[in-house]
């Protein structure tokens, strides 16, 4: 397994404003995701980043939107740009270990109002 | 394409056994089984890579038919700690590491 973190675990935030999310894992991984799961709802992958090149974006999810940045091995932040109501939600990181598995962070809990 | 899972929503007394099925209208190459806590993270439970693969868990299996497209998780005399949401994550392409999850089944175990 591996033990993930996230910060902040929770926030609200006004519209028009952006917020970072940092991940950050206890070793060094390849792969991180970023997932968004709104209330009650599955769990929809926003994009890929790997260490060393730009972040892989899923459709209907734009760099402009959630720029992300992969600094190094065991951390990545996924911000989310000029906040609607309609981006609260709770976006998850994630990483791969071993070939296959993915294990998921806590959490950041986002209101937008 | 998400994959359907069935049923939406289960209630057992304690102790009975509970299926839940994930079908996908695309070849897989491997199934993720997930159980999601109120308010926590999504914990994995088991990874199927091969067709017809069964796996086991504790009391907790799942079998994956390549053929039909479909995986199934088995809970067997069901505890209370089993109650939480199960998404089932598919994965199409071999390497890609994006996997795409169903919409859920929540599961309430009662005593």
Redesign the interface.
Known sequence: ?AV?SQKPSRDICQRGTSLTIQCQVDSQVT?M?WYRQQPG?????IA?ANQGSEATY?SGFVIDKFPISRPNLTFSTLTVSNMSPEDSSIY?CSV?RGS????????TRLLVL | QQPVQSPQAVILREGEDAVINCSSSKALYSVHWYRQKHGEAPVFLMILLKGGEQKGHEKISASFNEKKQQSSLYLTASQLSYSGTYFCGTESTQGAQKLVFGQGTRLTINP
């Open positions: 397994s993930i792969m995701f709802q599955s769990l929809t992958l890929t899923e998850l791969l296959e598995t993915q294990y998921f962070g806590p959490g």
